[in-house]
Nanobody, 127 residues
Framework: QVQLVESGGGLVQAGDFLRLSCTAS????????VGWFRQAPGQEREFVAA????????NYADSVKGRFTISRDNAKKTAYLQMNSLKPEDTAVYYC????????????????????WGQGTQVTVSS
């Protein structure tokens, strides 16, 4: 069972950037599709981005498209979420998730389709 640990969150101002990391305990990290989700207070967890097992395919929520970039380095067992031009509405706890069985990346936008979750990292964007 893979364990995922997020890092890189923090408090920034609108327009700033952050890079989140998701590091896995599993040596065969490339067995897992990786997704990023976020959850603001009082709201449901929502899809942000996903990357296929070898990084060749990605998918983004419309709200972050053009500002966020998901990537992965399987040799380092780490996935990344580069977040540029941050907005106050990006404020949330960000979660990394893993799925062991691949499906078309465009379909992996639901919480229920992921098997493993990290503990989350807080991102706060002030105006």
């Amino acid at each position: 069972q893979v364990q995922l640990v997020e890092s890189g969150g923090g408090l920034v101002q609108a327009g700033d950037f952050l890079r989140l990391s998701c590091t896995a305990s599993e040596r065969t990290f490339s067995n897992y599709v990786v997704g990023w989700f976020r959850q603001a207070p009082g709201q449901e967890r929502e899809f942000v981005a996903a990357v296929s097992r070898f990084g060749q395919s990605t998918n983004y929520a419309d709200s972050v498209k053009g500002r966020f970039t998901i990537s992965r380095d399987n040799a380092k067992k780490t996935a990344y979420l580069q977040m540029n031009s941050l907005k106050p509405e990006d404020t949330a706890v960000y979660y990394c998730a893993g799925r062991a069985w691949a499906l078309p990346i465009a379909t992996l936008t639901e919480v229920a389709k992921y098997d493993y979750w990290g503990q989350g990292t807080q991102v706060t964007v002030s105006s």
